[in-house]
């Protein structure tokens, strides 16, 4: 009796080691290679792609690539005050704007809100999907960590801006601007920049027209604070 209940746990054993060993073998055959966005621009996102098997094949996106120089200073200080004013000064998590989103639960009994950076934020959108789960956020620590040590700070912000979504079907800069200004990303002025920047906690409720309701409150925040942070220009 014993020895067959040793031949199982040895059994199970060498089972669950198979299925590791091959978890470990499938992500180091998939893993993304974060060197190659260095020099070469990203074709395609994971939430790009998921957006179009949502909707069928025939769907498109809205989607324009710009050079960094392209896209207003304007709008890169509105989407930092918006998201990630700390950017240029951590290495891709923003610890002290995490203890405040904790204290503040604690303290007002709110939900707790998202204190991804941007980094983070990229990282999400090039390669990862919207989930929660244990594994995908280690993941999403990993693949931060070496974007941050292979890419420079502006370039993380080129692709970011280039690839984040401003509304549904509508990703990147060029295209948001044009969607809802008729005019490029480079000839944003503060308030359009302020307005497009306070889009990217939920694109789904940003479509066409003058911002409304929370959408426009955000914006105005956004704007107030880059009236603010002007030192943030000499790092753009």
Not at 82 to 107: P, S
């Amino acid at each position: 009796m014993i020895g067959c209940l040793w031949r199982l746990i040895r059994r199970l054993g060498c089972l669950v080691l198979l299925v590791v060993l091959g978890f470990a073998a499938y992500q180091w055959i998939t893993w993304p290679d974060v060197a190659e966005l260095e020099l070469g621009n990203p074709r395609s996102t994971a939430f790009m792609d998921r957006y179009r098997e949502a909707r069928g094949p025939a769907t498109g996106v809205d989607w324009r690539w710009v050079p960094y120089a392209e896209i207003s200073d304007q709008l890169k200080q509105a989407v930092l005050v918006g998201e990630d004013i700390d950017f240029f000064n951590h290495n891709g998590f923003a610890i002290d704007e995490l203890k405040r989103a904790v204290e503040q639960t604690v303290r007002h009994g709110e939900p707790l809100r998202g204190a991804s950076t941007i980094s983070q934020q990229l990282v999400k959108n090039l390669w990862l999907s919207p989930s929660r789960n244990p594994w995908r956020k280690a993941k999403e620590a990993l693949l931060t960590l070496e974007l941050e040590r292979k890419l420079t700070k502006r370039r993380i912000l080129e692709i970011y801006l280039n690839v984040v979504e401003f509304a549904p079907g509508v990703y990147g800069a060029e295209a948001a601007a044009l969607a809802r200004f008729h005019r490029s990303a480079a000839g944003l002025s503060a308030e359009q920049a302020a307005e497009l920047a306070a889009c990217l906690p939920r694109p789904s409720g940003c479509g066409a027209g003058a911002p409304v309701g929370d959408h426009a409150g955000r914006a105005e925040r956004i704007l107030r604070r880059m009236g603010k942070a002007e030192w943030i220009k000499r790092e753009l």
